[in-house]
């Protein structure tokens, strides 16, 4: 049973535009959603959270959207660069279990010249 | 220069053969944890550790086996039980077991021939 789904596995974007990746859920219990960015053989790393009593965090050319009645979540990139190519993860968690994060299964953005 | 280590980056075995993969942090960090990431899936939980000398299984714990005996160590056993092991390994940690956002080691990519 998937809890966290990223139905796009990939995602072309230029130069400058922007990148929309998107995240659902179906645990309701989830409370804290968290990006991270993956190069190849490497490790994530931690890029951007959010609180669900908030709907909207940023970070410079990241910010993240919350839609808890959607069960949504989206990371948006503004302008988009060619080092933002990589695999986007998504995860979750709830109050009292910060440590078990549920991972969705990634997006690969790639950003053309 | 803190951070968290895995050695080796490539390793390979037998089928049938047990084989240990490291994880080091010097973060101080209490709570630290093993996933697994598969082609085309996200990262899924083996183990983890809120402390030294405790830990609990994760999503798929099955044919795996884990020791906190020391603070910044968290070795991984992946035994001949597991039925696939050829993955790409993950290490990661968290300042405490109430701490979110996770750090990961640079992942060891086991192949079992």
């Known amino acids: 049973d998937q809890q966290v789904k990223q139905n796009s596995p990939s995602l072309s974007v230029q130069e400058g535009r922007i990148s929309i990746l998107n995240c659902d859920y179906t645990n309701s219990m989830f409370d804290y959603f968290l990006w991270y960015k993956k190069y190849p053989a490497e490790g994530p790393t931690f890029l951007i959270s959010i609180s669900s009593i908030k709907d909207k965090n940023e970070d410079g050319r990241f910010t993240v959207f919350l839609n808890k009645s959607a069960k949504h979540l989206s990371l948006h990139i503004v302008p988009s660069q060619p080092g933002d190519s990589a695999v986007y993860f998504c995860a979750a968690t709830r109050g009292g279990t910060a440590s078990k994060l549920t991972f969705g299964t990634g997006t690969r953005l790639q950003v053309t010249l | 220069d803190g951070g968290i280590t895995q050695s080796p980056k490539y390793l390979f075995r037998k089928e049938g053969q047990n084989v240990t993969l490291s994880c080091e942090q010097n973060?101080?960090?209490?709570?630290m944890y093993w996933y697994r990431q598969d082609p085309g899936q996200g990262l899924r939980l083996i183990y983890y550790?809120?402390?030294?000398?405790?830990?609990q299984k994760g999503d798929i714990a099955e044919g795996y086996s884990v020791s906190r005996e020391k603070k910044e160590s968290f070795p991984l056993t992946v035994t001949s039980a597991q039925k696939n092991p050829t993955a790409f390994y993950l290490c990661?940690?968290?300042?405490?077991?109430?701490?979110?956002?996770?750090?990961f080691g640079p992942g060891t990519r086991l192949t079992v021939l």
């Open positions: 990661a940690s968290s300042i405490t077991r109430h701490s979110v956002e996770q750090f």
């Open positions: 550790s809120q402390i030294v000398n405790d830990f």
């Open positions: 973060l101080n960090h209490d709570a």
